[in-house]
């Protein structure tokens, strides 16, 4: 089921996915279970990890039932200024240290990209290895002005990835390498959230909504056999 919700600014849209991830982790906690989320990366989620951090919404979250995830990477050292890592670490996990604090799964970018993505295939098959079919509680992903979320960009194999759940893709546009979750284990969130916000997506987003350019649920090779 796709619900598309029109907010009316990006505080309003950072608030709006505060009070959901709050509400999707405690019911993990009631229900006994840990909270598993992939982060996004770029810039539009930095008022929403921010917010999180705040007063008003981190003691409204057991952190430490939390285990954070991301959607891609660059492959940039974690201190990079490019790093999504680097960017929820000075938003978020900064603010979130002691005891209540979350299990970081944090994707390499340090390491050669095939190898890390390796690594991170590995990370998650340990994972979810105790509860085989499970997947992410929450994915929450941004869209760029050409349609790409995580680092699934137009053009590249990952789009159509049917078996693995971690690429390393060398992004032409970008002249530089990425790791990013692929369809198989985005497609099996409980949940996918995009943030997206700005004039200049409204129409690859209406492209995207209508299917006149690949939505990441569909591609034309199926993983089945
Ligand atoms: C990244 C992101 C990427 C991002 C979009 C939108 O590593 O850059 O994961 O998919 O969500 O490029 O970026 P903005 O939020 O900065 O517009």
């Given at each position: ?10 505080d ?23 909270f ?11 008022k ?13 979250i ?11 990477e660059?492959?940039?050292p ?23 604090s ?16 390796q ?6 098959d ?9 997947a ?20 590249t ?12 893709q ?16 985005i ?35 199926s993983?089945?056999?």
């Amino acid at each position: 089921m796709v619900k598309i919700e029109v907010l009316a600014s990006p505080d309003e849209l950072a608030q709006s996915c505060a009070e959901l991830v709050v509400k999707l982790a405690n019911q993990a906690v009631e229900n006994g279970r840990r909270f598993s989320i992939a982060l996004a990366g770029g810039s539009t989620p930095m008022k929403l990890y921010t917010l999180l951090a705040s007063d008003r919404f981190h003691g409204r979250i057991n952190w430490s039932a939390v285990d954070l995830f991301w959607g891609d990477e660059r492959c940039v050292p974690p201190d990079h200024p490019d790093s999504n890592y680097h960017m929820v670490y000075s938003t978020l996990l900064v603010h979130l240290k002691g005891t209540n604090s979350p299990a970081i799964f944090r994707m390499h970018g340090e390491d050669e990209p095939q190898l890390a993505a390796q690594e991170y295939q590995l990370e998650l098959d340990k994972y979810f290895h105790d509860s085989p079919g499970s997947a992410f509680n929450l994915v929450i992903l941004g869209m760029g002005e050409d349609g790409h979320t995580a680092s699934l960009f137009p053009g590249t194999p990952g789009i159509f990835e049917g078996s693995r759940q971690v690429v390393a893709q060398f992004i032409p546009k970008l002249a530089s390498w990425r790791l990013s979750l692929t369809p198989v284990v985005i497609n099996k969130a409980d949940l996918v959230v995009f943030l997206v916000c700005g004039a200049k997506k409204s129409a690859v987003l209406a492209d995207v909504i209508s299917g006149r350019i690949f939505p990441i649920n569909s591609h034309p090779k199926s993983s089945n056999p």
